[in-house]
Structures are given as C-alpha cells and as structure tokens.
C-alpha cells in the first residue's frame, strides 16, 4: 500500500512488521488469523515442521484430534516445481503456501550483501534477521496507515470496492492440451 502513502509522512516509530520470524513469514500471520476467524482458536506459537529440507516446511493446526489447517512455506525453485508436481498428481495437502523464489527466504535473497566471492554473507544475514525481529509486531488492522487506506481509498471495511479489490472467486478451469505448457 505504499503507493498511498507519501514516506516522508512515515516516522521511524511507525515502521511495523507482521507477525513473523523473519521478513517472509506472512504464512504466520494468515496461519494465526485463520485459526481465530474460522476455528475460534487463539494461536500464540506455531511450529514448523522441516519436511524435505529447512526450506520446505509444513505447519499444522488440530482441533478436536483432526487436522483443520495445513500450510506450507516453500522457499526456492526446487521446493517450488515439488509443491507443482503434487499439484499435478493430485496430492497437494495444503490450504495456503507462502512461496518464495529465494532459497532461505527474502533476506537471503540475490539483492542482499555478499561475500567478495560472490557467495551470501551469512553474518551479515544473522544481523538482518535480528534487526527485523527488533521491529514491533502490530496487526495490520491495528495500523494508522491501513485504517487509512480503507477508508479513503477502498471506501470503508466492507464496501463492494474491497470486495472487488481484495478478494478472489476461484472456479475450475478445463485443461486444454498445448505446447505452451511449461513441464516441470
């Protein structure tokens, strides 16, 4: 929503993160949110389960002795053709997937500091992370500019500009043969 809002407007005390370890992470707040808006349950601490490697993880959330949530954070090209081949063979389990191109995530990302041989400066990686996690979480309901947005811009909470805006219809689509299919 930057594009809002002018950032000489923004002072530092303002800046804010979602809830997250690290400045992916969205899965945390959506998993967190999720729980509360559709199972009445209030999840303070999540926990990652690493499935093929630390870059594909799985989170799950059990109500009653039954899985009611499962998300997955998929980090790299390698986990990502993964999800898309269970995707393709009818196995994918999951409710929502945070995927990022970056093995390790944003931080760790190709526009970050290297070392002189080109490969990832993992001290100054640590130091990025510990710098994010310094930063105050706040919902993003709870922020100024967020309120702001919505009503000056998306004309309310529940107006049928947020409606149109923000949320998708999915519907089935009819697979048609082509040689523009990309195989993975």
């Not at 526009?111 to 990686?125: I, N, R, S």
Request: with cysteine; proline share 2%.
């Amino acid at each position: 929503f930057c594009c809002f809002l002018r950032f000489d407007e923004i002072k530092e005390g303002d800046v804010v993160r979602h809830d997250g370890k690290r400045s992916d992470g969205y899965l945390e707040h959506i998993f967190k949110h999720a729980a509360k808006e559709l199972f009445g349950m209030d999840v303070k601490e999540i926990t990652y389960k690493a499935l093929k490697n630390k870059d594909f993880q799985e989170v799950t959330l059990e109500k009653d002795g039954e899985t009611v949530l499962r998300f997955a954070a998929a980090y790299g090209f390698r986990n990502i053709q993964n999800l898309v081949l269970k995707l393709k063979k009818g196995k994918f389990l999951y409710h929502f997937v945070e995927v990022l191109a970056c093995p390790g995530g944003c931080l760790n990302g190709k526009g970050q500091a290297q070392t002189e041989d080109g490969k990832p400066d993992k001290a100054l990686l640590h130091q990025m992370e510990e710098v994010y996690a310094a930063i105050p979480v706040r919902l993003p309901e709870t922020n100024m500019h967020v309120q702001k947005m919505y009503q000056d811009w998306l004309e309310g909470m529940d107006s049928k500009k947020v409606r149109e805006t923000l949320h998708t219809k999915y519907s089935a689509v009819n697979q048609t043969a082509s040689n523009l299919d990309i195989k993975w």
